[in-house]
Each structure stands twice: as structure tokens, then as C-alpha cells.
């Protein structure tokens, strides 16, 4: 198997450079060196380059190999970034070679709020008030644009907020509508993610569904697979709401205009895909809720204590660690909390996760009040 070598995808040896660009630049980024968007793509794309032959492709292997021993421990599965080097990465090798294997999703989750709506927290402005305000507006990657739809404060605006990932984002973009048969609009605007291609992502979801994996037919996007739906809140969203694509446009009186128009219309007299049945709402899928609560009890750590102490005339946090026989055993500085906590974990100085949640909230206070000026006086575990 090898790359195409001439033809409308252009030469298999530039489309490799084009994959080796992408990579190496997500590379060079700390974000990128901790996100499983890029451990997954090096992950799939070495699997499949394995059984190829040519040279070009040996070489991209070789490098991915060198990239994989880079990466760093998985932070977050994905930060839904305005450009996925490693989801640019996979969609430029599947149209090189589009009988390449597809690459599988990770598992996320969410949490579904009952008895109050939005039902799925997130970063959005709702402000229903009732059956005049029928439009829910995405804006993608364009995250400034939901705010300024919201100060509009448009009647015929129902939620608007951001949507940046082809998978967990869209999740929940289902979740919020099928729980609120108020809203029969969702119009899509703002810059697409590129990589995730979310917003093309939804069309593709409006238009074809999902296959029996619960991946969205014919996205475009590199992790397409809805994780926290069920097949019928997907047909319940696609029967609800009318998808309108607006991709691309962040003016705002446009959009605006574009709200109010369907607003006033059924969707046939507009040329939509025509509703199967008059949509009710339903229940949700959901998971239960832990409710927090206080507790006294700090296990002790066998690995010792720590006392902190700030430093304001060196802008610096200093962390003395100790035995229960009170023998110092070593002392840490730094200039914020992250690092010192990072340095304690990699020394093995904690071995509680009490104690660790503990030391992480000291540390958090004894920077602020290095930054805002207050007194620091530790809290006892």
C-alpha cells in the first residue's frame, strides 16, 4: 500500500510532508504533547504505516516512532482547539488514502443535570422564555461570539454558546435541545474547527444520522463517534430542529437578520428538510449525580508533612518537607503552584490523595497571596 503518487490529491510525497508539517508542529507544543488527540493519531497512524513499503512513508513512520517517545502523560483527551494539528494530520492520510482503517474514539463523559434546563452544563447564555424563542445558534470555534449574540438579547434567541469538538461538544449540543421542544432552529456560525470540523460535523449528523457504532455518517471530522447519546436522542434531535448553515459568518447583524427570518417561518415555506412528527421532548439518557459532601478526616501520609511558607521579597514559595519525628527532609522552591506540586509528585514526597488535594490547595492560596498581598497562614489538614 502506499500513498497516491500523482491525481487530484496532489503527489504521495507532498501530502506526507503536509502530515509530517502537522505533526511536528502540534509537537512542538506542550498542550499538544499532553492531549489525546495527538497520542491518537501517532498511535493509529503508526499502526497503519507499519504494512507500508515506500520510502517516504518509512520515513514519516520513523519520525512518529520519534514523536511517540515525546509525548508527555495524557492531561486532558482533547482541548477542542481552533486548529488540531494531530486531527489535520489524520483527515489530510484518510484522503490520501481513503481505504485507510478509521480511527477509533475515545470515551468520554458528561454529566446531565435533571430536573432544570440546559440539562448539560457548559459554557453558554440561556435565556428561554418560551415557544417565541425557537433558535439555539452555535458559533464553533468563534468563542467572543456568544457573548455578543447574547448582549443582543435577541426575543427569538433561545441558548448560544461555542461548539469546538466533533464528539463530546455535539453530545451535548443533542442533549440541551431534545430536552427543550421550544427550540426547532439550530443555526451554525462562526469559524469551523479545523480538524474537527464540528460544525460540518452536525450537517453531516442532520442529514445522515449515525451508523450502528454511533459514528456520524460522512463527517468529515477525526472522532466522530457520539458517546453520550443513544440512537433515539439523535433521530429526536434531527427530527426536532432544523439545521441552518451559516458557517464561516461572524457578523453580527447578519446573523441576527438570519435569527429573526426563521424565526417567523415553518420550516417547509423555507425549503427544509420536513419534521416526521411534532416533538414533545423526552428523557434523556442520564448518570447519577455524587453529591459533595464535608468530611473531616484527612488520612494521614506515611511519606511526611509539609509546611508553607511564601516569600514575598523573592516573589517565591518555599515547601519544607518533614518527618512525623519532625527531621527536615528536603525543601522546595518556586514561583507557583503547579511546579511545586509537579517536583513534590515526582519525588514521591506524597502518597495520600487526601493529602495531595490538601497541598494542592495550599499551594494555590499561598501563590495568591504572593500575586494579591494578603497574609498566608496554612490550614490544618
Known sequence: MSFHEDGEKGTGTGQIRKIQSELRE?????KCRRCGCMKDALENLS??????QTEGESDLLKNIKGWSERMEPIKYECLGCAHCYAAEAINIFSQSYPDAPDTPSLSCDFRVRDQTWPSVPGEY???CDGP???VAVSTLSSVGLPKRLADARLKELCIVGKTET???GIDKVIKNIITNPTIRFLLLAGRDTKGHYSGRTILSLWENGVDEGMKVVNSPGMRPFLRNVNREEVEAFRNQVQVIDMIGIEDLETIEGKIQEISKYESSSLGFKERKEEHKGIQTSTVPIIRAKESNEIKLDKAGYFVIIPNSEKGIVVVEYYSYSNTLL???EGIDAKSIYRTIIERGWITELSHAAYVGKELARAELSLKLGFRYIQDGA
Not at 502540534?26 to 506542550?30: R, S, V
Not at 499502526?47 to 507500508?52: A, G, I
Open 330 to 332: 528536603g525543601a522546595i
Open 47 to 52: 499502526h497503519v504505516l507499519s504494512s507500508f
Open 125 to 127: 447564555f440561556a435565556f
Open 166 to 168: 466533533e464528539n463530546i
Open 26 to 30: 502540534g509537537m512542538d507544543l506542550a
Open 132 to 134: 417565541g424563542c425557537p
